[in-house]
């Protein structure tokens, strides 16, 4: 049972890493198309993980050392997976809220206003039209 858990360590941790590396190079179309991937290979590491821990008995010896070598792989690989994924929202909102300000209509400012008032502004012109 464990050679399933570690094999399914090694798949989950080669699914972080294709990702990870895509978010790097900041290729976000081939990021989403790897998640599918990655979420599968996480539930089978849960489901391996479970049996094991339900079933099997703790790994002695080397295979206990190559357990820990994978956890400690796999935990840094989830945290950099988390750090490139927050990275790309990030960017991701910053270019949607810049499309988002420049769709916006500006208001406009009057030019003329009495002495010592400020121009009032006025929101653009705007013509609506229906039929009853």
């Known amino acids: 049972m464990i050679d399933a ?51 099997g008995q703790a790994p002695e010896g080397p295979v206990r050392q190559a357990a ?11 945290r950099e997976n988390r750090r490139l994924l927050e990275r790309a929202v990030a960017l991701q909102s910053r270019v949607i809220e810049t499309i988002a ?11 003329y206003a009495p002495a010592g008032r400020a121009p009032v502004a006025r929101p653009p012109a705007l013509a609506l039209s229906a039929r009853a």
């Open 68 to 78: 820990a070598l994978l956890a400690a792989r796999l935990d840094e690989l989830g």
């Open 5 to 55: 858990l570690i094999l399914a360590g090694h798949r989950l941790a080669e699914a972080l890493r294709a990702e990870n590396d895509a978010l790097a190079a900041l290729d976000l179309p081939r990021a989403a198309r790897l998640a599918g991937p990655k979420i599968a290979a996480s539930d089978a590491f849960a489901a391996a993980y479970a049996a094991q821990t339900k079933h």
């Open 101 to 111: 300000g420049a769709a916006l209509p500006r208001t406009q400012v009057q030019g």
